[in-house]
């Protein structure tokens, strides 16, 4: 038998290849086990391939506010802007979100539950998410009306919108129809709408379907103002799906209810081996004996695994071999 293989190395695949296939790895995998495996691995993680999609969302509900900047400033500077889904939990701040749309000329999908921006930020910088078709702002507790209005002026193709309250979070709001009515007269586009456990009355949801015609999904449970009469709907919006009002769930646990949810004194990720600009494979790193040193391969593992994870981190190993 020959010496010559008809197949290719792992390392020969170009690099959009590998970033589709690194998708379906953990994150930490991805920023932690593969750039070490080759230079070409390297370079894909380093590059904009995998970074198509930023999904840190669980991540994110665990870390520290300045770790998660970090974060955000280093996987948005590695897609090259290229970036379409960005999914993350809790941005702790304006500046962080008014970063995000500096760099979303190709953003689609913005996921931002639970985060700390204001009216005010994202009536500015809305004009930047032009793109977005997908927008999530569940449990966001400093913006109302006016937020909507911005996203649904500036964001012509929105097609979902997810904007979920927590029952306590909702108890003390007045009425909120004000943002039913943001939402009728500036995303007629909508197929996909949560509005979980707001203050609606029934004339607000009447006013969001009379305005938004292409609407398929409804989740309106726990708007226990809200009366919608069945035949109105079969007779007036046939295809529309509504969840609620009067449904009996076990409203899910957010991470703030965890009684261990304090931060721990460590991340889950080693900064060490995280920070762009250190090329492993030139001499640049204090680790360029990593993979002869089992002391370092072992206090890896131990910074890996060492700190804050709870049984939602647990299970993560090594990938096998290519």
């Given at each position: 038998?020959?010496?010559?293989?008809e197949f290719r190395g792992?390392?020969?695949?170009?690099?959009?290849?590998?970033?589709?296939?690194?998708?379906?790895?953990?994150?930490?995998?991805?920023?932690?086990?593969?750039?070490?495996?080759?230079?070409?691995?390297?370079?894909?993680?380093?590059?904009?391939?995998?970074?198509?999609?930023?999904?840190?969302?669980?991540?994110?509900?665990?870390?520290?506010?300045?770790?998660?900047?970090?974060?955000?400033?280093?996987?948005?500077?590695?897609?090259?802007?290229?970036?379409?889904?960005?999914?993350?939990?809790?941005?702790?701040?304006?500046?962080?979100?008014?970063?995000?749309?500096?760099?979303?000329?190709?953003?689609?999908?913005?996921?931002?539950?639970?985060?700390?921006?204001?009216?005010?930020?994202?009536?500015?910088?809305?004009?930047?998410?032009?793109?977005?078709?997908?927008?999530?702002?569940?449990?966001c507790k400093k913006i109302?009306?006016?937020?909507?209005?911005?996203?649904?002026?500036?964001?012509?193709?929105?097609?979902?919108?997810?904007?979920?309250?927590?029952?306590?979070?909702?108890?003390?709001?007045?009425?909120?129809?004000?943002?039913?009515?943001?939402?009728?007269?500036?995303?007629?586009?909508?197929?996909?709408?949560?509005?979980?456990?707001?203050?609606?009355?029934?004339?607000?949801?009447?006013?969001?379907?009379?305005?938004?015609?292409?609407?398929?999904?409804?989740?309106?449970?726990?708007?226990?103002?809200?009366?919608?009469?069945?035949?109105?709907?079969?007779?007036?919006?046939?295809?529309?799906?509504?969840?609620?009002?009067?449904?009996?769930?076990?409203?899910?646990?957010?991470?703030?209810?965890?009684?261990?949810?304090?931060?721990?004194?460590?991340?889950?990720?080693?900064?060490?081996?995280?920070?762009?600009?250190?090329?492993?494979?030139?001499?640049?790193?204090?680790?360029?004996?990593?993979?002869?040193?089992?002391?370092?391969?072992?206090?890896?593992?131990?910074?890996?695994?060492?700190?804050?994870?709870?049984?939602?981190?647990?299970?993560?190993?090594?990938?096998?071999?290519?």
């Amino acid at each position: 038998m020959g010496e010559c293989s008809e197949f290719r190395g792992w390392d020969e695949l170009i690099p959009d290849a590998l970033g589709l296939i690194f998708r379906n790895l953990s994150l930490q995998e991805i920023l932690t086990v593969v750039p070490r495996v080759c230079k070409a691995w390297h370079r894909a993680a380093s590059g904009p391939y995998c970074w198509q999609e930023i999904d840190i969302l669980e991540w994110s509900q665990r870390c520290k506010p300045e770790h998660l900047e970090r974060m955000l400033q280093m996987l948005i500077a590695r897609s090259c802007d290229s970036f379409r889904r960005l999914s993350v939990s809790g941005l702790p701040s304006d500046s962080l979100f008014s970063f995000i749309a500096d760099h979303a000329g190709s953003l689609q999908t913005l996921e931002l539950p639970r985060s700390e921006i204001s009216d005010s930020i994202v009536e500015h910088v809305a004009p930047r998410l032009s793109n977005v078709t997908f927008l999530d702002v569940s449990y966001c507790k400093k913006i109302g009306a006016c937020t909507l209005e911005a996203f649904g002026k500036h964001c012509k193709a929105l097609v979902g919108l997810r904007r979920r309250m927590h029952p306590l979070e909702a108890a003390d709001k007045a009425c909120q129809d004000d943002e039913a009515h943001a939402i009728a007269c500036t995303m007629p586009k909508l197929r996909h709408l949560e509005m979980a456990y707001h203050l609606l009355t029934t004339r607000g949801v009447l006013e969001i379907l009379s305005q938004c015609r292409d609407l398929e999904y409804l989740d309106v449970r726990g708007c226990w103002d809200v009366k919608l009469d069945d035949k109105f709907l079969k007779e007036r919006h046939s295809s529309l799906k509504v969840l609620g009002p009067h449904i009996v769930d076990c409203y899910e646990r957010t991470f703030w209810d965890d009684e261990c949810s304090d931060y721990s004194d460590s991340s889950v990720y080693s900064w060490d081996f995280m920070e762009d600009g250190v090329d492993v494979y030139e001499g640049e790193s204090d680790h360029d004996n990593f993979w002869d040193d089992e002391q370092d391969l072992a206090g890896l593992v131990v910074r890996f695994y060492g700190g804050g994870l709870n049984f939602a981190f647990a299970g993560f190993d090594w990938p096998p071999s290519p």
